[in-house]
């Protein structure tokens, strides 16, 4: 899939607040910051946990299972015990419509 599709209304998540949503056949978390969309795929790097179930503090999300934390901006790791970013994607929002496309961003694959 290389195209944009529809996930959800801007007013659907609150600013700040973070949505997991579906393209094709990847779970994507969907994050809403002052006033822009970011997305990464909904899996940390280090063992797979739910990143859209993890705490967001700004811009960075910090996964539930043990804590690492990554920038939702480009999905880059930003503490361990993960060593790798997680892929981010394009989001666009047109006519008070989120749109996200899965370019896979390449990953940051060390700690800042
Ligand atoms: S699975 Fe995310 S920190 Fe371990």
Redesign the pocket.
């Known amino acids: 899939m290389n195209d944009f599709v529809q996930v959800c209304k801007v007013g659907d998540i609150p600013d700040p607040g973070k949505q997991v949503v579906e393209v094709g056949e990847r779970y994507v978390v969907l994050f809403h910051v002052d006033g822009q969309f970011h997305a990464l795929d909904d899996v940390?790097?280090?063992?797979?946990?739910p990143?859209g179930e993890?705490c967001l503090e700004g811009y960075v999300i910090?996964?539930?299972?043990?804590?690492?934390k990554f920038d939702i901006r480009d999905g880059r790791v930003l503490c361990?015990?993960?060593v790798s970013g997680t892929p981010s994607h394009e989001v666009k929002v047109e006519d008070g419509k989120v749109f996200v496309k899965l370019i896979d961003r390449p990953k940051k694959t060390y700690v800042t």
Do not use: S, V, Y
């Open positions: 940390c790097t280090h063992d797979g946990g990143l993890g910090a996964c539930p299972r043990h804590g690492a361990m015990p993960a």
